[in-house]
C-alpha cells in the first residue's frame, strides 16, 4: 500500500514538473494531456483529503477542456468529459443535487462523440457512468432516475461481456445491485433479491489480492443488501450482513483508508441497531456496539468534507439512542432529539429531500416516545412531523412510506386514546397496504407487505371497539388474521364445480404454477441466501397476473367465486354448537376479547371483555420476561440451545427451568387473561364442557391457552377442565375448510403411519403399534424405517383419511420454511410440504413430532406460516401438532390415549385430544404404569423421578428407554402434572 501511495505522489510530482516545460501556448496539446493526467492522478490519491482532491482533479479536468474542445480534439474532449463527470459525482463539496446534474450533462455530452459501433468501450463506459449518475440523482422522479440507470448499466453489459472485461462487467454488476436496491417501483422484496443476486455475479469475477478495492466494495453492497433483507428474517440477515461488511473493513483496515473505513463503520452501525435478540443483555450489546461504529465513523465524517455521509451516521446514533434499554430512557430519546436537528441542518427539503422526509418521520417517532414535556404536545409535534415527510413520501411517488407515515399517525393518535382520528389514519393505511399487497407477486414479498401492518387491525379494531361499532371491529379484528394463508387455502381447495370447464383448466394449470412458487428461490446455503433466479420471478408475476384476470372474469356470474374477505354473517356462522368463539386482541392502550356465544345475531356490549391490563407490554413480558419473570422465548431458546451441548447438567438445568417457566405462566396466563375470559363465559350462560373456539393472535399462538389454571380446592384446574377448546388462525380459516370440495376417501387404508428409525424415540415404536392395532392392520398403511421417506409419504399419503407423524421435527426460526420433519433421506421441509403435497382426503393429520405446531411469529405474526399450517395448505381438515420439544413418554401415552378416544369411545378429534390431555395430567405413576403395560411395555418404577424426564440420547439403547417410566416420590401427583408433559399438543382446524 505504501509503495501505492509513494507512486502516485511521484506521478503527480512528475505532472507537475512537465507542466512548467508544457505550457498551454507552445505546447498545448501536451499542455492538456498533462492537465488530464494530473486529474486522474489526483482522483487515485491515497494521501490528504479524499474531498480535496477531487477538487483539484475537477480543477485540472478543466482546464484540460480549455484545449481538448469537441471540434479540435473530439476524443479527448469526450474521454475528458467523461471523467469529469466522475469526479463531480464523487464530489463532497457544492450541492449534491447540482454535482449529480454537472454530471449527467457531462455524460450525456461525451456520447455525442461515443458511439458504441466506433468506440465500443468508451461508449460503454459513459453508458456505466450514466448509470451511476442517475443512481444517484436526487433531482426529478425518482423511479424514473432508477430505471435510468439500470437502463444505462444494462447497456454496458452489452459491451462488457464476463470472459472479456471481468473487472468492467463486475463494477457494472455492481451498479446494478446499488439501483435495484434503491428501486421504488415493483416488489421490494424482488428488487433486494435482485440485488443480491447482481453483486454475487460481481464478487464471483472479482480476487481480493487482484482487485482489493471492488472486492470490498461488493462486500459492502452485499452488506447493505442483507440490511435491507432483514425485514423479511432479522437475525439470519444482519449477521450475514455484518460478515459481509467486515469482509470490506478487512481491507480498508489493512490500507488505512480512512473515508471508506468510515463509511463501513457507519453501515455496521446500522446493522448492529437492527440485529434484534429475545435476550435483554445481548440488545443492549448489540445497541453499543452501534454507538461505538457509528461514532468512529463521525470521527471522518463531518459537515465540511461529506455533509451527507455525516447525516446519514448521526441518523443510526439517533435511532440508537432512542431504543437504548440502559441509563435513563427520558435523556436517551432528548438526546435523540438533539441530534436529529443537527441532522436537519444537513437534510433539507431542497437539497435532501427523501433524507428529509426520513428525518422528519424519525423524528416523528422520537416526539411519540418522547417522555418528558406534556404527552398531548409531543405527540401533535410527532404529527406535524409526519406530516412534513408525507409532503415528499406522497402515495404516487412513495406509496409504501406514504402508508408507513398514515400507520405513525393513527399509532399517535392511538397513544392519546383519539379514537377518530386513529381511525381515520388507519383506514388510509390500510387501503394503501391492501393495494401494495395486490402488487406483491412473490410469497416473500406479500409476506414482507403484511409485515408493514403488523398490529394496524387490531388497533383499528380497538378504536372501532372504544367508538362503540361492536359487528364493525370483529369484522376488522378477522380481517387482520392470517390474510395470505386464507388466500392461498382458498385457492388450493376451491371447488370448481360452479365455473365453465374452459376457466376449470386456466384455474387448474396457474393454481399449480401458484404452489410451486410458494417455494421459489431455497437457501443457498454456502451463501446464506436465496438463489434468485430473475426468471423465476417473472414467471411468478406473470401466474399472479393471470389469476387475478381470470378470477375477474369468473366472478362477473360467480361473485363468491374466491371468497377470502370476512363478514359478520360468516364469522357468526361458525361458532361452535352449543359453544362459543373467543377472538383477543392486544393493543399498547389494552386487550379486549370478543366472546361469542351459539346463537348470538350482531355484536353486544356483553359479548366485549375488556382487559385494561393485559396490553402489549404485559403480554411482552410473559414472552421476553423482565427483572421479576422469566419469559417464554427466553426459557425455551436456552432449552433449545442447551441440546447441542455436549454437558449433561445444561441440558438438565436448561430443561427444569423450562418445565418450571411451562408452570409458572399458564399461571399467569389464568390471572391476568384465560380467569377473566372464564368468568364472562360463564356470565353469557355457556355451558362447561362445551367448545370454545380460540383464534389467538400475534405471539399468544404460541402458548397453551388450555392449560392456563388455577388452583381451586387444593386442586390445579385448567381452562381445558372447563371447556373443550380447539384454535385456528382465523374464523374465515374454519369457513373455508368447510368450503373445500370434499374428496374420495380410501376405504381400504384409512391411516397412514409414518415412522422413521429413530434410537431414541423407543416409546414412538410402542404408540404406533398400539395405533395401529385400534385401526386394524388391515387398514393402514405402514412407513416404517427406510420406507419412511418423502417420496413414499407423498405418494401414500393421498386418499387416507388420517396421516400419523412419529419422528423428530424442528422448528427453524430464522427460516421457517427450512422447518420439517426428519425422514429417513433427511428433513422433509415446509417448502417441500407445499410444492409436493396433496391430502385432501385427509381427516385428520397428527404431528407426534416436536416443535411442528410453531408458527413464524417474528415478522409477520398475524400469519399462519410453520409445518402444521403446511399440512392444512396441503388439504388437511384439522391437524394436530405440538408448540415445543416434547417428551418421549408422556407423548405415547397421550397419542395412544388420543387414538383411543377417537375410535373406540366416538369423541371427536378435539374432544379426543382434551380427553388425552386431561388423562395424561392425572394419571398416577401407577396408572401410567398400567396403561404403557397394556402396550406390552416391561417398566421399572423404582427409578427416580428424573428418569422421567430425562433426554434420551441418539445412542442410549432401546433396553434402557423401556425403563424410562419411574415414580416420582409422592403418587400425587402424577409424574405428568406439570403442563410440558401435557399440553403442549393443539388442534387446529375443523374435524369434518
Not at 577 to 588: D, Q, R
Request: aromatic content about 10%.
Amino acid at each position: 500500500m505504501n509503495d501505492k501511495k509513494e507512486y502516485i505522489e511521484e506521478r503527480i510530482q512528475y505532472y507537475l514538473q512537465n507542466l512548467e516545460v508544457y505550457t498551454q501556448e507552445k505546447f498545448p496539446e501536451e499542455w492538456a494531456t498533462t492537465q488530464s493526467n494530473l486529474a486522474g492522478a489526483y482522483t487515485e490519491r491515497i494521501n490528504e483529503s479524499s474531498a480535496d482532491n477531487i477538487e483539484k482533479a475537477i480543477c485540472h479536468y478543466k482546464l484540460a477542456l480549455k484545449v481538448f474542445t469537441q471540434s479540435a480534439y473530439p476524443e479527448d474532449w469526450a474521454m475528458t468529459q467523461n471523467n469529469l463527470a466522475i469526479a463531480y459525482i464523487n464530489r463532497c463539496y457544492g450541492v449534491k443535487a447540482d454535482n449529480i446534474e454537472i454530471a449527467i450533462t457531462l455524460l450525456i455530452s461525451a456520447l455525442k462523440v461515443r458511439k458504441r459501433k466506433a468506440s465500443p468501450k468508451e461508449w460503454a463506459r459513459t453508458q456505466h457512468n450514466l448509470g451511476i449518475a442517475y443512481k444517484e440523482r436526487i433531482r426529478g422522479n425518482k423511479v424514473k432516475n432508477i430505471e435510468r440507470s439500470i437502463k444505462h448499466a444494462k447497456n454496458a453489459l452489452k459491451v462488457f461481456i464476463p470472459d472479456r472485461y471481468a473487472l468492467d462487467y463486475a463494477r457494472i454488476q455492481n451498479t446494478l445491485s446499488t439501483a435495484y436496491l434503491n428501486k421504488i417501483c415493483g416488489e421490494e422484496t424482488d428488487n433486494i433479491d435482485t440485488a443480491i443476486y447482481h453483486a454475487n455475479l460481481a464478487l464471483d469475477h472479482l480476487n481480493k489480492d487482484e482487485f482489493p478495492n471492488d472486492w470490498a466494495i461488493t462486500h459492502n453492497n452485499l452488506g447493505l443488501a442483507f440490511l435491507e433483507k432483514q425485514k423479511e428474517n432479522s437475525d439470519t440477515n444482519l449477521k450475514t450482513a455484518i460478515t459481509h461488511l467486515n469482509n470490506a473493513l478487512s481491507v480498508y483496515t489493512k490500507n488505512a483508508i480512512m473515508e471508506k473505513m468510515a463509511v463501513i463503520h457507519s453501515n455496521l452501525a446500522m446493522a448492529y441497531l437492527f440485529l434484534v435478540t429475545d435476550e435483554r443483555e445481548e440488545r443492549a450489546e448489540n445497541l453499543k456496539l452501534a454507538i461505538i461504529h457509528a461514532n468512529w465513523a463521525l470521527k471522518v465524517f463531518t459537515t465540511e468534507t461529506d455533509p451527507e455521509k455525516y447525516a446519514s451516521t448521526l441518523n443510526y446514533l439517533a435511532i440508537a439512542f432512542e431504543n437504548l434499554n440502559f441509563g435513563d430512557p427520558s435523556d436517551n430519546i432528548e438526546t435523540s432529539i438533539d441530534i436529529y436537528s443537527l441532522i436537519g441542518e444537513v437534510y433539507t427539503l431542497k437539497a435532501y429531500p427523501h433524507e428529509f422526509a426520513r428525518t422528519q418521520y424519525n423524528l416523528g417517532i422520537a416526539y411519540s416516545n418522547r417522555i418528558a414535556g406534556n404527552k398531548k404536545e409531543n405527540i401533535q409535534e410527532a404529527v406535524s412531523h409526519f406530516q412534513l415527510a408525507q409532503k415528499v413520501w406522497t402515495y404516487d411517488d412513495h406509496p409504501a412510506e406514504h402508508r408507513d407515515t398514515w400507520k405513525k399517525i393513527g399509532d399517535s393518535y392511538f397513544q392519546l386514546q383519539n379514537w377518530n382520528d386513529a381511525c381515520i389514519a388507519y383506514y388510509k393505511a390500510c387501503e394503501i397496504s391492501d393495494n401494495l399487497i395486490i402488487e406483491a407477486y412473490t410469497e416473500r414479498g406479500r409476506q414482507n407487505e403484511v409485515g408493514k401492518i403488523a398490529n394496524i387491525y387490531s388497533n383499528l379494531a380497538y378504536c372501532q371497539i372504544s367508538m362503540g361499532h361492536l359487528p364493525e371491529a370483529l369484522v376488522t379484528c378477522e380481517k387482520g388474521k392470517t390474510r395470505l394463508f386464507n388466500e392461498t387455502l382458498s385457492i388450493i381447495g376451491q371447488d370448481l364445480n360452479n365455473i365453465p370447464s374452459d376457466k376449470q383448466l386456466r384455474f387448474i394449470k396457474i393454481r399449480k404454477e401458484l404452489k410451486e412458487s410458494m417455494t421459489e428461490m431455497p437457501l443457498d446455503f454456502t451463501r446464506n441466501f436465496y438463489k434468485y433466479d430473475p426468471m423465476s420471478s417473472k414467471r411468478i408475476k406473470k401466474a399472479r397476473n393471470k389469476l387475478k384476470a381470470l378470477v375477474k372474469e369468473i366472478k362477473v356470474n360467480n361473485p363468491d367465486f374466491l371468497w377470502t374477505n370476512p363478514d359478520l354473517t360468516t364469522i357468526l356462522a361458525e361458532i361452535p354448537e352449543k359453544g362459543a368463539i373467543v377472538v383477543p386482541l392486544i393493543t399498547s392502550q389494552g386487550g379486549a376479547v370478543f366472546i361469542v356465544p351459539s346463537g348470538t345475531i350482531t355484536i353486544a356490549p356483553h359479548n366485549v371483555l375488556r382487559l385494561n391490563e393485559f396490553d402489549s407490554t404485559a403480554l411482552h413480558v410473559l414472552m421476553h420476561g423482565n427483572e421479576n419473570h422469566t419469559g417464554w422465548l427466553q426459557t425455551y431458546n436456552r432449552r433449545v440451545k442447551s441440546l447441542e451441548s455436549n454437558c449433561e447438567e445444561i441440558k438438565r438445568k436448561a430443561l427444569e427451568d423450562w418445565i418450571s417457566t411451562i408452570g409458572d405462566i399458564s399461571k399467569r396466563l389464568w390471572d391476568q387473561f384465560i380467569g377473566p375470559i372464564f368468568t364472562h363465559l360463564k356470565s353469557l350462560d355457556v355451558q362447561l364442557g362445551t367448545p370454545i373456539l380460540i383464534t389467538p393472535p400475534g405471539l399468544l399462538k404460541l402458548l397453551p391457552l388450555h392449560a392456563a389454571y388455577r388452583i381451586e380446592n387444593g386442586l390445579l384446574r385448567a381452562f381445558l377442565d372447563d371447556y373443550t377448546i380447539s384454535y385456528a388462525p382465523s374464523i374465515t380459516t374454519i369457513s373455508i375448510i368447510k368450503k373445500m370440495k370434499p374428496i374420495q376417501k380410501s376405504e381400504k387404508d384409512r391411516l397412514l403411519m409414518v415412522k422413521p428409525n429413530h434410537n431414541n424415540l423407543y416409546f414412538s415404536t410402542v404408540e404406533c403399534k398400539a395405533i395401529t392395532s385400534l385401526f386394524g392392520a388391515d387398514k393402514v398403511k405402514s412407513l416404517e424405517d427406510k420406507n419412511a421417506v418423502k417420496d413414499m409419504v407423498v405418494k401414500f399419503a393421498q386418499n387416507k383419511q388420517y396421516l400419523h407423524f412419529s419422528t423428530h421435527g424442528y422448528f427453524v426460526k430464522e427460516n421457517v420454511m427450512q422447518s420439517g420433519l426428519v425422514l429417513e433421506d433427511g428433513m422433509w421441509t415446509l417448502a417441500d410440504i407445499l410444492s409436493d403435497l396433496n391430502i385432501a382426503a385427509a381427516r385428520m393429520v397428527t404431528l407426534s413430532v416436536c416443535e411442528s405446531g410453531i408458527p413464524q411469529y417474528q415478522k409477520i405474526p398475524d400469519e399462519y406460516i410453520g409445518i402444521s399450517a403446511g399440512f392444512l395448505h396441503a388439504g388437511a381438515s384439522c391437524v394436530i401438532s405440538s408448540l415445543w420439544a416434547v417428551n418421549d413418554v408422556a407423548t405415547s401415552m397421550l397419542m395412544m390415549k388420543l387414538y383411543s378416544s377417537h375410535l373406540i369411545d366416538g369423541l371427536s378429534p378435539v374432544c379426543a385430544l382434551r380427553e388425552a390431555q386431561i388423562f395424561i395430567r392425572n394419571a398416577t405413576n401407577q396408572e401410567v404404569v398400567n396403561f404403557m403395560c397394556n402396550g406390552n411395555i416391561s417398566l421399572d418404577i423404582d427409578r427416580d423421578y428424573s428418569c422421567i424426564i430425562q433426554e434420551p440420547n441418539e445412542n442410549q439403547d432401546q433396553a434402557n428407554s423401556s425403563s424410562c417410566i419411574s415414580k416420582r416420590g409422592n403418587p400425587i401427583p402424577g409424574p405428568f402434572v406439570n403442563p410440558y408433559f401435557w399440553a403442549g399438543f393443539v388442534i387446529n382446524g375443523v374435524y369434518k
